[in-house]
């Protein structure tokens, strides 16, 4: 019975089916483009063409599968409407669940995301620290628990939810212009540099998915997923520096002027389709604190992190390197 994969195209998903063909099982892609996805097949992974928001499609790719783990999500792109939003983040967990119902499908793994509890006041918070969600990202990723777990009641269907703290490793490309911005001595410091920043290594990610699947314990339940080690952003900052061979940042300028910069950046370009240059949630990651605890999948699930977060830095900033990126 094989394991189903969506959004295998992506820096996760594609990190979880291949170590899942690794560990000796047989994997299946729900891919919106089998040419662009040939490196899949090329590792073992049997493709199924079709887009997330097609209930066909997910009938196709769930049929005769142990567990599915729903990775596929829309992030965040300029010009994207709220019902796109909606319709892969939320409309369509609900639909691979349901699919899976149908198809008999043991467990689905939902990838949510730590950012549905917003801005941690109290550090670190668990799986029942308040839902704040604060952009149309996070607003959709928890409508897409919500119905999620409906339908697995409905259904019968073991759901669980995991919710990982940001992500990073080889493959990765969003915290690249930190990285690169540190190595190269251009990071522009904002604020004070004291919140908390909270990351998880992908390898060790994949680790949790896995458990997430496979323990008993994990049946209809959530999880924050995240690395050994929280910082604070100076303190990170600080160490990609240093593994990196450069002197930190010094200089730190005040937020609001930058915060009001990407309000007006928003406003001009967001209408037209275009990228805006400066985003406010850019300046948020100077003033939000993302901590969090992992007792729960440690004590449920024996989750260990296994990287440290020196070793990731240095396990990334190589391979960013090679790329020719930094």
Sequence with gaps: MPDVVTGATGFTGGHLARALVRRGRTVRALVRDPVRAHHLEADGIELVAGDIRDGSAIERAVRGADVVYNIAAIYRHAGTSAAVYRAVNATAAEQVVEAAGRAGVRRVVHCSTVGVHGDVEHPPANEDAPLRPGDIYQITKLEGEARARNAGKRLGVEVTIVRPTGIYGPGDRRLL?????????????????????????????????????????????TYILAGGEVTTLNALIAAVADVAGVEPPRLHLPVWPFWIAGALCEGVCVPVGIEPPLYRRRVDFYTKSRAFDIARARHELAYEPKVGLREGIQRTLRWYRQQGWI
């Design 177 to 221: 212009k930190l990285f690169r911005g540190v190595a190269r001595r251009r990071f522009p410091m904002l604020g004070r540099g004291e919140i908390y920043y909270h990351l998880t290594y992908i390898d060790d990610l994949v680790d949790g998915f896995v458990a997430c699947a496979e323990h008993p314990a994990a049946a209809h339940r």
